[in-house]
């Protein structure tokens, strides 16, 4: 789930060719034969004047579970999407499901939602810590701001106001829909992060003041009556084509494309269940979830039912909802599964509250697709995307069987580690200030499975005091239930400045960058507030899935894709890519492109013959595995979770926790000289794979190969590194 953070801010290009009814520039009229090319009806069609006869895709459904799994978390549990055969089946049936596909580090909710919708990783999408992340303020101090809030808010408002989605020269991220409305599509927005409002803060940098401006009567709700306000402005969008007639009305608001208000161009949206439920019901203040019924908050309002309540059921009736009335490209979000939102707890695999929550996910999608085949919405015209934000390690014991054939867990804290049930569930909390040396310099972290440091005074990296503080936790030892009750070192592997930058986690804002990052034992979760479940170090139940660490399970998950143009390859493990990836290959096959290079490669291996991208255009010289192997290195090299950035992550952790300060600096240098060539390189090869898959660029086969050869010497030599002892 989005665990809460409390923060200051919350409160009680033209495209070259169109989708949905206007010919794509490299629409696939020859695909692997999967569709009978039928027409949705006209009403869902985008605005355009252009001729739509030769047009295959005219939908795009965009959905990103949180924290759900393809891998199975107990091998004698089905699966997340094993329990969902309805969206299993539905995926490797008529498209390409990739179970190879990684997250950014670190690995969390807002991050893994921004990069597969930007194509950008963090240090070009602004979150480079998610779900909240520090600044270093004017006194040298860190605050605490949100990940999440609508696309252009600032920072705070005051001490820093560059944008949240900040990017190359501190400008705001381009968002995701401007390829879509620059096109002539009106494009929806149900709950993914930022693209509608987050929060109805009335703050400075509150989306409330962001969007409707300061004593609007929306912001005068928000302050009086915040649980209605959040039903009816928070977490539900669209985003409007210029002159769309959904938008023609005065509840449409300027559409800013930059924190910089005005630079909306002529676009209007409209925020809100308040007033998009209308617009596509004709009127009616409600939509229904796939069963027939009201989607509604916990207090029974009509509209928005919160980020924990964007259940499968809610989440896709609003989808269908806007696709069937004018809106055919829609970006979603579903909520966890292993999260019971009523009870507000963590389950376990196997849990009888999990199993129904997975099976009643997998009848909305029952529900959900054959509403769509109804409507003519098929994977024959329309392009489906299903990803996750990120994976989890589940925090818990083996769980108890139980009659039903299901298995029971303790919710109750514990706070003895030597003594936990075996069936105990929960994260391992730990208050960082309880277990710093006396004489340590403050600091604040960012709570997590992976906190970030930010010292007081934003020191340099080789400052005495820092250092210390550094060994002092990479030394640490604590006890860990699900580990036979016995000690074990809490770090795992550390970053600082020099390898926060490899990982793409130190962005175009210097107050972010943290003094450094401590990858943590997997079972623990550190913070710097309370601790809920007792005396400190105890288990809380509460949560028991951790995320935004380096390990395989938590940055390996999954990517669905079905639609004209995407090969039936069924599940795919052989292709290796990252959440970067998925916006390039979604406009690739689109024919769209957006404004600025994305730092992802079209995924070749999964377009079907003559599909788009640089694949199709280097074919008829038969050099298509040269470009595929070319950006299979490049993924490696540049990737967070790529050969070159897990070794140099190890090599960061050896030389952070040498007392040798010689070698220390020996080896954050030689770090820092290999990232720069790697910076220098996979630029040139992120353009030249741009340029080929959207601007009709051709790349040489002999230039292609040369940068192979390079980008495998950078990598061998990660790779020594960090086997030197």
Not at 8 to 25: I, K
Request: aromatic fraction near 8%.
């Amino acid at each position: 789930m989005r665990k809460q953070v409390v923060l200051a801010v919350t409160a009680a290009a033209t495209a070259a060719a169109v989708l949905a009814g206007v010919q794509l520039a490299n629409a696939v009229n020859n695909d692997d034969g999967s569709g009978d090319g039928r027409q949705a009806s006209p009403s869902l069609t985008c605005a355009s004047g252009l001729p739509s006869s030769n047009a295959r895709i005219k939908h795009v459904i965009y959905l990103v579970f949180d924290n759900t799994h393809y891998a199975r978390d107990r091998s004698n549990v089905p699966s997340d999407l094993e329990q969902m055969p309805n969206l299993l089946n539905f995926l490797k049936g008529n498209g390409t499901l990739l179970t190879n596909n990684h997250t950014i580090l670190i690995s969390h909710t807002a991050g893994g939602i921004l990069t597969s919708m930007t194509g950008l990783y963090p240090d070009r999408n602004g979150q480079t810590v998610s779900n909240a992340y520090g600044f270093f303020g004017a006194n040298g101090n860190p605050s605490f701001s949100s990940s999440f809030k609508y696309w252009t808010d600032t920072v705070d408002g005051t001490d820093n106001s560059l944008p949240n989605m900040v990017s190359d020269g501190g400008q705001t991220t381009t968002p995701p829909w401007q390829a879509f409305t620059n096109a002539g599509c009106n494009v929806g927005g149900v709950s993914a992060a930022n693209i509608e409002l987050e929060n109805t803060s009335t703050a400075a940098a509150g989306d409330m003041t962001r969007v409707f401006g300061a004593g609007s009567p929306q912001s005068i709700e928000a302050a009086t009556n915040p649980t209605l306000a959040l039903a009816d402005f928070v977490g539900i969008a669209i985003h409007c084509a210029k002159g769309a007639a959904l938008c023609n009305t005065p509840d449409a608001k300027p559409d800013d494309a930059t924190i910089v208000p005005g630079s909306d161009n002529g676009f209007k949206a409209l925020f809100g269940a308040k007033y998009v439920n209308p617009a596509i019901t004709g009127g009616q203040p409600c939509v229904n979830d796939t069963s027939g019924s009201p989607i509604k908050d916990p207090a029974g309002n009509c509209g928005f039912p919160g980020f924990d309540g964007a259940l499968a059921k809610n989440t896709l009736g609003m989808v269908a909802q806007m696709q069937e009335h004018g809106v055919p490209v829609t970006y979603a979000y579903i909520s966890d599964a292993h999260d019971n939102h009523t009870l507000a707890r963590a389950s376990g695999p196997g849990e009888a509250d999990y199993m129904q929550q997975l099976a009643d996910y997998n009848t909305a999608f029952g529900a959900f697709f054959q509403r769509l085949a109804n409507d003519g919405i098929t994977k024959d015209n329309t392009l489906f995307v299903v990803t996750a934000d990120e994976g989890d390690h589940f925090a818990g014991g083996t769980g108890t069987p139980q009659p039903d054939g299901s298995l029971a867990y303790s919710h109750t804290s514990c706070t003895v580690l030597t003594a936990c049930p075996a069936n105990q569930i929960g994260e391992v909390n730990v208050k960082v200030q309880s277990i710093t040396p006396a004489g340590s310099p403050s600091f604040s972290v960012h709570a997590d499975d992976a906190p970030t440091f930010y010292v007081n005074g934003n020191p340099t990296r080789t400052d005495s005091a820092v250092r210390k503080l550094e060994r002092d936790f990479a030394g640490m030892s604590l006890v860990d239930p699900y580990a036979g009750g016995v000690a074990v070192p809490i770090t795992q592997r550390m970053a600082d400045t020099v390898e926060e930058k490899t990982l793409h986690m130190v962005n175009a804002d210097p107050k972010r960058t943290p003094t450094f990052t401590l990858f943590g034992n997997s079972d623990f979760f550190f913070t710097t507030g309370t601790v809920f479940c007792g005396a400190n170090i105890c288990v809380d139940p509460k949560f028991a899935w951790n995320h935004g660490d380096y390990q395989e399970e938590i940055g390996n998950t999954f990517l669905g894709v079905v639609g004209p143009g995407v090969q039936r390859l069924g599940i795919n493990n052989s292709v290796w890519a990252d959440h970067t990836d998925t916006r390039p290959t979604m406009l690739s096959i689109l024919g769209l492109t957006d404004s600025y290079t994305m730092d992802g490669r079209v995924i070749t291996q999964i377009l079907a013959k003559n599909g788009g991208g640089e694949e199709r255009r280097l074919s008829d010289g038969g050099h298509s595995d040269t470009v595929t192997e070319l950006g299979n290195v490049y993924k490696q090299l540049n990737a967070p979770y790529g050969s070159f950035g897990l070794d140099t992550l190890v090599a960061s952790t050896t030389a952070i926790k040498s007392t040798d300060e010689l070698k220390y600096d020996s080896i954050e240098t030689k770090i820092a000289n290999l990232t720069f060539q790697r910076d220098a390189l996979a630029g040139t090869i992120r353009s030249a794979l741009n340029d080929a898959s959207f601007n009709g660029g051709k790349i040489d086969p002999s230039q292609a190969r040369g940068w192979i050869r390079q980008a495998q010497s950078l990598i061998d030599q990660a790779h020594a590194l960090a086997t030197t002892p």
